[in-house]
């Protein structure tokens, strides 16, 4: 089974429209990345969330990472052309000894319509 | 902007050939990640350096690949007697420490014929 469950899997929306991609896992989630990533390109740093509760923003993208820090969500609102892509979630789910290494979902592909 | 970069960007391949590829971290980031990534899947972790010394490999990782980081700088990672199944996108990513923010290059697509 997936270890981080990404949903939905793709979203057509109206320019304009507010969006919401959620990312789930049933471990502690220890350090969340949300990357973007265009076709056939490399990842994109969005945002990185590391406690329980946690929400960062940036232009008009909002992440949060709920209190138990096995949920996040990435809102973007008033969705523009250029926020199309695939949106990808990664996590350490390593604790202590960790080598860092990121497991990510199968990502949330974006389509906006102008 | 001296990001991550990746060699060559794309390469076409034979079954059975041998192929490498290049990975130049962001200088002074000491940790370095290979990973996998297949259409419609996010990115699988393959292997990770500390400076030089290769400290993970995942069991992806079969022994037709090997990697390396001469001198803590820059990464190779080889695939000998390529196989169709081999064809994917290998991304690259470096980080200065710890649980800080991995950043990727722009990966290099692989196709095996």
């Known amino acids: 089974s997936q270890e981080l469950e990404q949903s939905p899997q793709s979203l057509i929306v109206q320019e304009g429209k507010n969006l919401t991609i959620n990312c789930t896992s049933s471990?502690?989630?220890?350090?969340l990345y949300w990357y973007k990533q265009k076709y056939g390109e490399g990842l994109i740093f969005l945002m990185m969330?590391?406690?329980?509760?946690e929400e960062k923003s940036h232009e008009k993208i909002t992440a949060k990472l709920d209190e138990k820090k096995q949920q996040s969500s990435l809102h973007i609102t008033a969705s523009q052309p250029s926020h199309a892509g695939i949106y990808l979630c990664?996590?350490?789910?390593?604790?202590?000894?960790?080598?860092?290494?990121?497991?990510f979902g199968k990502g949330t592909k974006l389509s906006v319509k102008p | 902007d001296t990001g991550v970069s990746q060699n060559p960007r794309h390469k076409i391949t034979k079954r059975g050939q041998n192929v490498t590829f290049r990975c130049d971290p962001i200088?002074?980031?000491?940790?370095l990640y290979w990973y996998r990534q297949t259409l419609g899947q996010g990115p699988e972790f393959l292997t990770y350096?500390?400076?030089?010394?290769?400290?993970?490999k995942s069991r992806l990782l079969s022994d037709r690949f090997s990697a390396e980081r001469p001198k803590g700088s820059f990464s190779t990672l080889e695939i000998q007697r390529t196989e169709q199944g081999d064809s994917a996108m290998y991304l690259c990513?470096?980080?200065?420490?710890?649980?800080?923010?991995?950043?990727f290059g722009p990966g290099t697509r692989l196709l095996v014929l």
């Open positions: 990664g996590a350490d789910m390593n604790y202590g000894g960790s080598q860092g290494n990121l497991i």
């Open positions: 471990k502690t989630l220890y350090g």
């Open positions: 969330l590391q406690k329980g509760g």
């Open positions: 200088s002074e980031h000491n940790r």
């Open positions: 350096f500390q400076n030089e010394a290769q400290l993970e």
């Open positions: 990513a470096s980080v200065r420490g710890h649980r800080e923010t991995q950043y």
